[in-house]
C-alpha cells in the first residue's frame, strides 16, 4: 500500500504530459476533466498511501533512503540523478507522516479546485493550457512535499514557482497580469537565491544534501554556519510563503485567474515556506536566534497584513492580504516551536481560503468579472449556495468558535504566549483585525443594499442580475465548506489519540514545543480568542453593514499599503533602473558596442586602404615580393650583426 | 651512356644511375602515367574525348592513387619510413598523408570539373590531364627529400597550373589570371632556385638529410649565407602558399581562373607546398630554427590580419575566397611557427580540414557562377535559400566550417594550430584568434545573405510622383497601370517602365528609360515566375506578360565597366497588349537592360557529380567535425613518421 506513494506525484506528471501533447486536440470540456481525473488519481493514490502509513507502528512511520539508496523495491527513490564523487543524489521519496499530511491536503484540494475550474475557465481560450499548467503545478507540488532531499526539493520549489508564473500571467494579454507574474516570479528568485546559498552552505559542511543524512551530521553545522543556513533557507521561505520582506507579490498576484489564486496563492504553495521550515525543523531547533528572527518575522506579517485586509477595496486583494495574515501566523507558530500548530492552521486554511477564493470566484464569475466589493451587497438573495458556504468560512477564518479557525489558531496562540508575552499581545490583536476585515468582507458582499444595480461612481453601467455557478463550481464550495467547518475536530486539545498532534509529533519529537499550560490558563486564552472574534466580528457588522463610505476607517497609508511598493520602488526599482539604463546605455552602448563597431570600422577602413595596394599592376606585385624579400634579409642580417 | 656519365662525373669512378625503386614513387608514377595515357589517348581518338569518359578517367586513376597512398600508409605503418632514388625521395607518414589528400582533391576536383565543362560547352580531357599533372607535382613536393626534387615538384605543380588558370579563353579575366600568374609564379621561381643555390653554398648539399647533418655536425662561424638561402627559399614558398606581402597574386587568380580551377589551386598548391615548406624547415633547418622561426612569426601575423581584413572589404565571392585562403595559410603557419612535433601535426590536421572545406565551397559557387562562370558578386547570393534551400544550407555549413564553428572540422584545424602556437608564442595565437573573429564576420555574411528574405511583396513603395520629379520606374504594376503618370503641362512627356516578377519590383532606381536602370534585383528572378514588362508614356500603357523560363535571361559582359554586364531579357514570347506609346520599341525584341551585379534567372542547376563532390566534402567536414578523433590519430601518427 506505501508504495503507492509512487503514483502520487506520476499521475498529475501523466496528466501533464497528456494535456501538452494532446491538450488542443482533445479540446474544451474533455481536457479540464482529464486533468481533474489525473489529479483525483493522485489524491486517490495519496488515501491509499495514508491509510499504509496508518496501519505502521507510531516509530516507523518514516520512510526514506539515505545517500546511495538503489532503486530496488524497497527503496524509495525513481532514480539516481546525480552521482559525482561525494555528491550523490537521487530522486528519492521522503514519506513521513508530515509530508503524508502535505499531500493530502495538496492532492485533495487540487482535485476540488480542478474541478471548480471546469466552470470557472468555461469559454476561455486558454482552457486546454490551463489544465496544463494546473496539472504541472500539482505535480512539482508535489514533488516539493515528498523529496527526500534539497535539491528535488529546490526542483519542486522551482517548479511551483514557474508554474505561478504562468498561471499569474495565464492573461498575459492583460498588462498589469504579465507584470504582476514577473513581480511573482522575481520576488521569488530574491527568496531563491536564499535557498540556493543555504544548500551550499549544507553541503560544504555536512556533504549531503539529503535530509536524514543532513540531520545525523547536524553537529557539523555550527555556531554561525547553522543560523546562516536556518536564515537562508527561511529567505525563501519569505519569498515562497510572501512574508517581511518579500510579501507585496502575493496581492498582485492576484491578477491570475480565481482558481489559480485559490490553489496557489491561498491553500498550497504559499505555504511552502512553512514546510520547508517543518522539514528542517532538527536544524531549526539548533539556532534559538534564528527562530526568533522567524517568530517576530512571522508576527509582524501577521499584524501588517491584517491592517492591510482592513482596507482593501478589491475582494481578491483583502483575501490576499488575509493569506499573508494567516501565513504569518503559521510562520509566528514555526519560530515558537510549535510545529504542529503551524500544520494544523496551514489544513484547516487551505480548506477555508481556499473556499473563501472560490466563493470569491463565484461572485465574480456571477457578476461577470466585477471584484470591488463596493458594487456588490445584497448577493446572499441571488447567490444562495456561495452565500452559505462563504458564511461558514468567513466564520472559520474569523476564528469564530467553534469553526476550524478558532481551534486552529487558538494553538498557536495558547503557544505564544508561552514563549513570548509582547509577540502573544501581537498575536491577539492581529486576532482582532483578522475577524474585522474577514466580516467586513463578508457584510460588504453579501448583506445590504443591492449596490450592483446602480452605476458606479465613476460612471460604469450598472450589473445585469448575478448568477450563481453551476454545479460544477457549486460542488468544491460544498465539499470545502464542510471540511472548513469541521477540520478544527482533527486537533481539539483535549483529545489525546488520533489527532494530529499525535501523528506528527513523531517528526518533531522532543523538538516540538511543550507549552505546559494549566488547563485553566488554556480555557482562559481560548475565551479570550473567542471574545475578540466575536467582539470584532460584531464591530464590522455595525460599522459595515449598512453603509460603505468609511473614509476615516480606510486610511491610505494601509490602503497603499504602508507604502511598501513606494519604498522599494525608490530604495531598489528606480536606482537598479538608472544602473542599468547607465549600463545599457554607456557600457554596453558607448563602451562594448563602441569597441566592437568601432573595431569592425577599424578593419574596414584598414581593407578599404590596403585595398588600393592591390593594383592588378603585375610590377606593383613584383615590387611587393620584392620588397617583402628586402624586409626579410635586412632583418635576417641584422640579426647576424646584432648577434 | 654510362661512359659518358662516368667520364662527366670525373674523379668518381662509382658513378651509378640510382637505384629507382618504383614502389616508392607509385603513387606519383600512377597519376602522372595515367595523365600522360590520357592525353595520348585524348589526341588518338578522332573527335574529342566525351567529357564523361575524361572524368571518368580521371577519377579511376586518381582513386588508382589514392589506394597506392593508403597502400603506401599502411606500409609505412608496419615497416617504417625509407627515402628512396638516391634518398632524394621520402617515404613517410607525412608523404603518405600528402598523397592521400592530394588524390582526394583530385577526385573531388574532376568530380566539380565535369558538370563546370559540360555547362559552359568544354570537351576534351586537357583540363583533367593538366589537373593530374599539377597534382603529380603537389604529390612529389610532398615526398620530395631532396631540395632539387622540391623545385621539380614545385615546378610540375605550377607551369599545369599556369595553363588551367587560362583554360577558359572566352573570358578575358582567365588569360589576365594566367599570365601574371605565370610571371609572379616565374620570379618567384627564380628566387626558389637562388635560395637552393645558396643553401647548397652554405651547406654543401641539396639533400634534406644530409643538410640537417651538416647543421647538427657544424657550427657555421659565418652563417650569411645560409640565413640568405633560407630567406629565398621562405619567399619562393610563401609565395605559392600566398602568405603576405607575397599573396597578391592571389585574388587576382583565383578570380579570374575557372571556378573549379581555384578550388583545386587552393587546395592542392597550399598543400604540396606547405608539405614542402614543412619538411625543409622541420627537418633540415630545424636545428637553426631561431633563425627563422621570428620571420615565421612575423609572417604569420600580417598573413592572419591582411587574410581577414582585406576579404571583409570584397563583394566578389571569389576574390573574398581567395583572402580567407590567405587567412587560411597564416593559421598553416601557426604550425609552422611552432616548429614541434604538435605544430606540424597541427598544420597537417589543418591542410587536410582546409581541403574539404575549400574544394566544396569552390564546388557551390562553381554551381552559382552559372553559365560563363561569371555570378560571383555577393549580392547574386541574396535569397539563395528560398530558390535552393539545400545548396544554401550546404554553402552556409561550409562556409561556417571555414569560420571554425563547431561541430565542424574547422573548429578542431583551428584549435590545434592555435594550441601548437600558443606553447611558445602566446602573441601570435592571440592575433590568429582576433582574425578568426574577423573572418566569422564575411563567412557569416554571405551566409546571412543568403537567408535574408527578399522583398515582400506589396513592399514596393507606390510611389505618386510630384510632376516635377522623375518618374519612378518601378511600381506595382496595378498601382501604375492604373494611374498613368501624368506630367505636368510643359513638362517633357514622361515615360515610365516597370517590370514585376510575381508582383515584386524587378529593378530599382528612378530613371526614365530602360536603358537606365541603376540596380536589378537579380535574386527575385526565379524559373516560372510571371514576369510583366511594361511602358508607360502619354499615349497609354503597353505591358506583355509572360513567364520567366530558364534561359529567358541571358548574361552578357557588357564591356562598359568592370563589373556591370548586360542582362537581356527575351520578350519574343510574350504578347504586347494595352495602348501603344510610340517609343516602346519593345515588341518582339529583346530589351536591354544593364546592370550593376549579375543577374541569376531561377534556379542554377546542380550536375550529380558536382552535388556527389559537394556531399564528400561536406560529410568529411561534418562528420569528422563530430569525431574528429580519426583524423587527429592520422595527422598525429604522419608526424610520428615523419623522417627524420
Not at chain 1, 533557507?233 to 502575493?250: D, E, H, R, V
Not at chain 1, 470584532?536 to 499599503?561: H, M, S
Not at chain 2, 625543409?280 to 581584413?309: E, H, K, M, N
Not at chain 2, 557529380?609 to 598525429?636: E, I, Q
Amino acid at each position: 500500500m506505501l508504495h503507492a506513494v509512487f503514483l502520487v506525484p506520476l499521475f498529475p506528471l501523466v496528466g501533464f504530459v497528456v494535456l501538452l501533447a494532446f491538450g488542443r486536440r482533445i479540446g474544451e470540456p474533455v481536457a479540464g476533466w482529464i486533468g481533474t481525473l489525473a489529479v483525483t488519481g493522485a489524491f486517490v493514490s495519496a488515501c491509499i498511501t495514508l491509510a499504509g502509513l496508518a496501519n505502521q507502528p507510531a516509530h516507523a512511520r518514516t520512510l526514506t533512503c539515505s545517500d546511495a539508496c538503489g532503486t530496488g523495491a524497497n527503496a524509495h527513490s525513481f532514480f539516481t540523478w546525480i552521482a559525482v564523487d561525494g555528491l550523490h543524489i537521487t530522486a528519492a521519496i521522503l514519506l513521513d507522516p508530515l509530508s503524508m499530511t502535505m499531500c493530502m491536503f495538496v492532492t485533495g484540494v487540487s482535485m476540488l479546485i480542478h474541478l471548480y475550474s471546469i466552470g470557472y475557465m468555461k469559454g476561455d481560450r486558454d482552457f486546454t493550457k490551463f489544465f496544463v499548467y494546473l496539472n504541472a503545478f500539482v505535480f512539482s507540488m508535489v514533488v516539493l512535499v515528498l523529496a527526500n532531499n534539497l535539491l528535488v526539493t529546490f526542483v519542486g520549489w522551482e517548479g511551483v514557482g514557474v508554474c505561478s508564473y504562468w498561471l499569474v500571467s495565464f492573461w498575459f494579454f492583460r498588462d498589469s497580469a504579465a507584470s504582476a507574474g514577473k513581480k511573482a516570479f522575481i520576488y521569488n528568485r530574491i527568496g531563491d537565491v536564499g535557498f540556493l546559498l543555504a544548500v551550499f552552505l549544507i553541503f560544504s559542511k555536512t556533504g549531503s544534501l539529503t535530509y536524514v543524512t543532513i540531520f545525523a551530521h547536524s553537529h557539523l553545522l555550527s555556531g554561525w554556519s547553522i543560523t546562516a543556513a536556518v536564515l537562508l533557507l527561511f529567505m525563501a521561505a519569505t519569498g515562497k510563503s510572501a512574508q517581511i520582506p518579500l510579501f507585496n507579490w502575493l496581492p498582485d498576484a492576484m491578477e491570475g485567474p480565481t482558481p489559480v489564486s485559490a490553489l496557489i496563492h491561498a491553500a498550497t504553495m504559499v505555504t511552502a515556506g512553512v514546510y520547508l521550515m517543518c522539514r528542517v525543523n532538527p536544524l531549526l531547533a539548533l539556532t534559538h536566534n534564528a527562530m526568533w528572527v522567524i517568530a517576530i518575522i512571522g508576527g509582524l506579517t501577521a499584524f501588517v497584513a491584517a491592517t492591510i485586509a482592513s482596507t482593501q477595496q478589491d475582494i481578491k486583494k483583502a483575501l490576499a492580504f488575509s493569506t499573508v495574515s494567516q501565513i504569518g501566523y503559521m510562520v509566528l507558530a514555526v519560530g515558537t516551536g510549535a510545529y504542529v500548530a503551524a500544520i494544523f492552521l496551514m489544513v484547516a486554511h487551505a480548506c477555508y481560503k481556499g473556499l473563501l477564493f472560490l466563493g470569491a470566484g463565484s461572485v465574480i464569475h456571477g457578476m461577470e468579472t466585477e471584484q470591488d466589493m463596493k458594487r456588490m451587497g445584497g448577493l446572499r438573495r441571488v447567490m444562495p449556495w456561495t452565500f452559505v458556504t462563504f458564511l461558514c468560512a468567513w466564520l472559520a477564518l474569523a476564528a469564530v468558535p467553534p469553526f476550524s479557525g478558532f481551534w486552529a489558531k487558538g494553538e498557536i496562540l495558547a503557544n505564544v504566549y508561552a514563549k513570548s508575552l509582547p509577540l502573544y499581545a501581537l498575536a491577539l490583536l492581529t486576532a482582532l483585525f483578522t475577524s474585522y476585515y474577514m466580516s467586513r468582507i463578508f457584510f460588504l458582499t453579501f448583506t445590504g443594499k443591492e449596490r450592483w444595480k446602480d452605476p458606479a461612481p465613476d460612471g460604469r453601467p450598472a450589473h445585469h442580475r448575478p448568477h450563481e455557478s453551476p454545479w460544477v463550481m457549486r460542488a468544491p464550495l460544498v465539499v470545502l465548506a464542510v471540511l472548513a467547518v469541521f477540520a478544527g475536530a482533527a486537533n481539539l486539545p483535549w483529545v489525546h489519540v488520533g489527532t494530529l498532534q499525535n501523528w506528527l509529533a513523531p517528526v518533531f519529537g522532543h523538538r516540538l514545543f511543550d507549552s505546559h499550560e494549566s488547563a485553566g490558563l488554556q480555557v482562559g486564552l481560548a475565551v479570550a480568542d473567542g471574545v475578540v472574534a466575536v467582539a470584532a466580528a460584531l464591530a464590522a457588522w455595525f460599522l459595515w453593514r449598512r453603509t460603505v463610505d468609511r473614509p476615516g476607517l480606510e486610511p491610505t497609508f494601509l490602503q497603499r499599503v504602508w507604502y511598501w511598493d513606494n519604498l522599494y520602488d525608490a530604495l531598489i526599482g528606480r536606482p537598479g533602473q538608472l544602473v542599468a539604463r547607465t549600463y545599457a546605455v554607456v557600457v554596453d552602448g558607448r563602451i562594448i558596442d563602441g569597441a566592437v563597431n568601432g573595431a569592425a570600422r577599424l578593419v574596414r577602413a584598414t581593407g578599404s586602404g590596403a585595398r588600393r595596394l592591390q593594383t592588378g599592376f603585375v610590377r606593383n606585385y613584383v615590387l611587393g615580393i620584392a620588397l617583402g624579400l628586402a624586409a626579410i634579409i635586412a632583418f635576417m642580417l641584422s640579426r647576424t650583426w646584432w648577434s | 651512356m654510362i661512359e659518358l656519365a662516368a667520364a662527366v662525373s670525373g674523379s668518381h669512378a662509382g658513378f651509378l644511375t640510382p637505384h629507382i625503386r618504383y614502389l616508392a614513387i607509385l603513387p606519383e608514377i600512377v597519376m602522372l602515367g595515367g595523365a600522360v595515357v590520357l592525353l595520348a589517348l585524348g589526341s588518338l581518338v578522332q573527335r574529342n574525348l566525351r567529357v564523361g569518359v575524361a572524368t571518368a578517367a580521371t577519377v579511376a586513376i586518381s582513386l588508382g592513387a589514392l589506394g597506392c597512398s593508403l597502400w603506401q600508409w599502411a606500409d609505412v605503418r608496419s615497416h617504417g619510413p625509407f627515402t628512396a632514388v638516391d634518398h632524394a625521395v621520402v617515404v613517410d607518414g607525412f608523404s603518405a598523408l600528402v598523397n592521400i589528400l592530394v588524390s582526394c582533391a583530385m577526385v573531388l576536383t574532376a568530380l566539380v570539373a565535369d558538370g563546370y565543362l559540360r555547362r559552359e560547352g568544354g570537351a576534351g580531357a586537357e583540363l583533367h590531364v593538366l589537373a593530374m599533372v599539377s597534382a603529380t607535382g603537389a604529390m612529389v613536393m610532398g615526398s620530395a627529400n631532396d631540395l632539387i626534387v622540391v623545385f621539380l615538384g614545385l615546378e610540375i605543380l605550377s607551369i599545369a597550373l599556369y595553363v588551367l588558370a587560362a583554360f577558359n579563353h572566352r573570358r578575358a579575366a582567365s588569360g589576365e589570371a594566367a599570365l601574371k600568374y605565370f610571371i609572379l609564379g616565374s620570379f618567384s621561381s627564380a628566387v626558389f632556385v637562388y635560395g637552393i643555390a645558396l643553401v647548397y653554398g652554405a651547406t654543401g648539399s641539396t639533400n634534406l638529410t644530409q643538410i640537417a647533418d651538416f647543421l647538427s655536425k657544424n657550427v657555421l662561424s659565418s652563417n650569411g649565407l645560409l640565413l640568405a638561402g633560407m630567406t629565398l627559399l621562405i619567399v619562393g614558398f610563401a609565395f605559392k602558399v600566398a602568405a603576405v606581402p607575397f599573396h597578391m597574386w592571389t585574388p587576382d587568380v583565383y578570380q579570374g581562373s575557372p571556378s573549379p580551377i581555384t578550388g583545386f589551386m587552393a587546395a592542392v598548391a597550399k598543400a604540396g607546398a606547405f608539405a614542402a615548406f614543412l619538411r625543409v624547415f622541420i627537418s633540415s633547418f630545424g636545428l637553426v630554427r631561431t633563425d627563422w622561426q621570428p620571420v615565421i612569426y612575423a609572417l604569420a601575423i600580417v598573413t592572419l590580419l591582411v587574410g581577414a581584413g582585406l576579404a571583409v572589404v570584397q563583394r566578389d565571392v571569389k576574390r573574398m575566397l581567395a583572402y580567407s585562403s590567405i587567412n587560411h595559410a597564416g593559421f598553416v603557419l601557426l604550425g609552422l611557427e611552432a616548429a614541434t612535433a604538435r605544430g606540424v601535426s597541427a598544420s597537417l590536421y589543418y591542410l587536410f580540414a582546409y581541403t574539404f572545406m575549400v574544394i566544396g565551397s569552390f564546388a557551390v559557387v562553381t554551381v552559382l557562377g552559372r553559365r560563363g562562370d561569371a555570378a560571383h558578386d555577393i549580392s547574386s547570393y541574396r535569397g539563395l535559400a528560398r530558390r535552393q534551400p539545400l545548396l544554401a544550407l550546404v554553402f552556409a555549413v561550409l562556409l561556417l566550417a571555414q569560420a571554425g564553428a563547431p561541430f565542424t572540422t574547422g573548429l578542431w584545424a583551428k584549435l590545434q594550430v592555435v594550441l601548437a602556437a600558443v606553447h611558445g608564442a602566446v602573441p601570435l595565437a592571440v592575433v590568429a584568434m582576433v582574425s578568426a573573429a574577423v573572418a566569422a564576420f564575411f563567412y557569416l555574411r554571405v551566409a546571412v545573405l543568403m537567408y535574408s528574405p527578399l522583398p515582400a511583396e506589396g513592399e514596393a513603395p507606390g510611389v505618386q510622383p510630384a510632376a516635377e520629379e522623375p518618374v519612378p520606374l518601378y511600381a506595382r504594376a496595378g498601382a501604375v497601370a492604373t494611374e498613368p503618370a501624368v506630367p505636368a503641362e510643359g513638362a517633357e512627356p514622361a515615360v515610365s517602365t516597370w517590370g514585376t516578377v510575381g508582383g515584386r519590383p524587378l529593378w530599382t532606381g528612378i530613371e526614365r528609360s530602360v536603358a537606365d536602370i541603376e540596380h536589378l534585383n537579380a535574386g527575385l528572378l526565379l524559373d516560372g515566375d510571371p514576369l510583366t514588362l511594361a511602358l508607360a508614356g502619354d499615349g497609354g500603357t503597353a505591358t506583355s506578360e509572360s513567364r520567366l523560363a530558364a534561359g529567358a535571361l541571358a548574361v552578357e559582359p557588357s564591356g562598359a565597366a568592370p563589373g556591370r554586364e548586360r542582362m537581356l531579357v527575351d520578350t519574343t514570347t510574350t504578347g504586347a497588349g494595352g495602348g501603344t506609346p510610340g517609343d516602346y520599341s519593345g515588341g518582339g525584341e529583346g530589351v536591354a537592360v544593364d546592370v550593376a551585379g549579375v543577374v541569376s534567372a531561377g534556379r542554377a542547376p546542380v550536375p550529380v557529380l558536382t552535388a556527389v563532390a559537394v556531399g564528400l566534402c561536406l560529410g568529411v567536414t561534418v562528420v569528422l567535425g563530430f569525431w574528429p578523433g580519426p583524423l587527429t590519430s592520422f595527422a598525429h601518427h604522419a608526424t610520428l613518421l615523419f623522417l627524420p
